[in-house]
């Protein structure tokens, strides 16, 4: 892993920050640009590296990419004619997988290489294989790629009641129904704000779409779609870390453009839990302590795991999302009294807490799905080597930012594929940040 960061804490981040856009939206809308003929203007496009390998896939299948300086992208598919997408840049990560859907619907056949990613667990593909079984499409193991067969001929209504609700297996097979001529009825879709916004752009195009933001989702699609113009909201996984942040070092961050209640309303009901002041200004979130952080489990509501022990677990959209997970464990260190963490959706996803205990925390592995944390802590920072997970690093990251000691933190860089200005953003707010790699 690369990357070595040397960090001081205890400083108060302050100040003012506009989260990144919502890379799980982009990971999905960019390939989707294949299902026309006509161009697709996305804006404030972040310079992510899941998006460089996106763009780059596209450029080899025949694609016209034009980028501006300021992260505008223009993409015409008109000359797009490969249906497979390349092995050794395909197979770095999972988001290569969001292109069967349009190759599908575009060629009728798609060939995608087994793709790699964070090590979170099985994470197979087996929703997407599961929901494609179910539209008819046909797939086969050939040399390390998966080949998916679009029907001859496609039934006139499909209906599909998915096995779970996967966000990029409902992308998928929603792009896939938005470039044929069927009626698709898609039960337990996920419905999470990218999700939401890939409908919306699908609906730009010329797809009928009903149902946008709910788990039941009906698209009446067309072989020819046409352009759009495009633009993802923030990332609220983002805003989750930026609102922890503010509270374990103490400080005041402005969150720019956050007040969106579709999106964050979730969250806030929890963080306000903690005892964590966030006012509305306008379209901006305004995060600080309220006191001490301390969670009030007689009267607050709270869900109990026992007396005394509230619990926090993520669920499907509108639940707590799981990719803030991690950086509820940093804020639970720092809280007085204790917190049971459930993450039932990633077999490895709770490892990390083992590198945060070496940091000084408190955290009882009760089995491979469930912790509890017991706080506040003072972190005592030290040498540690991140885990091949971004929330997981996320989550590494802001502990050592809490308490006036030095962590030096090996495997960094996984944080800019999808943080891409992340140090740069908390050195504005006030944190040490030194770059060390050799």
Known sequence: MNGVLRITGGRKLEGSVRPIPNKNSLVAVLPASILTNETITYKNVPGTSDVVKILQI????????????????????????????????????????????????????????????????????????????????????????????????????????????????????????????????????????????????????????????????TIKGKKKLGGAVYEPGPDFVDVAGLIVAAAVTDGKICIKGANMPEIVNGMINWFELFNIKIDREGLDLVVSKNGGLEVDTVNSGVPLAAPGLPKLYPRPWPGFPVDAIPVMAVLASKTKGRLLLKNWMYESGLEFVRELNAMGADIFVSDPERVIVTGPVKFKGGVIVSPSVIQACKAIFIAALCDPVTTEIHGVDILRRRYPNVFETYTRLGAIIERVDD
């Open 58 to 217: 596209l450029k080899l299948l025949g694609a016209n990419v034009d980028q501006s300086m300021d992260g505008e992208i223009k993409i015409n598919c008109a000359r797009v004619k490969y249906h497979r997408v390349d092995r050794a840049l395909g197979g770095q990560f999972r988001a290569s997988l969001m292109f069967a859907g349009p190759l599908l619907a575009r060629f009728g056949v798609a060939e995608i290489p087994l793709p790699g990613g964070c090590d979170l667990g099985m994470r197979s593909i087996a929703a997407h294989l599961d929901s494609f079984k179910k539209a008819g499409v046909k797939f086969e193991y050939e040399d390390g790629y998966v080949k998916f067969t679009a029907p001859k001929k496609y039934a006139k209504l499909v209906d599909i009641w998915q096995l779970e609700a996967s966000v990029t297996a409902s992308e998928n097979l929603m792009m896939y129904a938005a470039g044929t001529n069927s009626d698709f009825v898609i039960i337990d879709a996920a419905c999470e704000p990218h999700v939401s916004e890939l409908l919306r752009m699908l609906k730009s195009m010329g797809a009928e779409i009903d149902g946008i933001g709910s788990n039941r989702v």
